[in-house]
């Protein structure tokens, strides 16, 4: 049986109710209580302050780090000089292509919509208005360049 010691009740044994059970004696009783409101007692002292109750290999006076970041760096460690080599390795090539894209869409755009500069606006403006076949469009006049909207 599960607790040494018990005594068997028995009944009629035809209903579930009147079956043999088992039925603890005192002192198993009395332990079973104790080790129950043992659990229930520390579960609610964990509960009710969880910053008080150190955890489980903890070490007490130890630096709270509030995100993941070191708490110090020395120039002479791995992280630093990993870095410094990578800064030194890409930083070069990034640069020469970078340098190159933005060559590039620079010399598409001006294909694209070549800049003029046009003594007379105005004429300039009504010359566009003519060739596309507009009569009525907006024109914000800047101080060097005009922006024509339809």
């Known amino acids: 049986p599960f607790w040494p010691e018990a005594s068997l009740a028995r009944g009629c044994s035809r209903c579930p109710a009147c079956r043999p059970t088992l039925i603890p004696s005192a002192p198993e009783t009395m332990m079973l209580g104790r080790l129950a409101a043992a659990s229930r007692l520390a579960a609610s002292r964990t509960m009710a302050r969880p910053s008080a109750m150190p955890l489980a290999g903890a070490v007490r006076g130890a630096a709270h780090v509030s995100a993941p970041k070191p708490l110090s760096i020395r120039m002479d460690s791995l992280f630093v000089k990993c870095m410094i080599a990578a800064v030194i390795y890409f930083v070069p090539q990034d640069a020469v292509f970078m340098t190159g894209l933005f060559w590039y869409w620079h010399n598409t755009a001006t294909c694209i919509s ?8 105005e004429a300039a403006l009504e010359d566009f208005k003519s060739k596309k076949g507009l009569d009525d469009v907006k024109v914000s006049k800047g101080r060097s360049k005009w922006c024509v909207s339809v």
């Open 114 to 121: 070549p800049k003029k500069k046009h003594s007379d606006a």
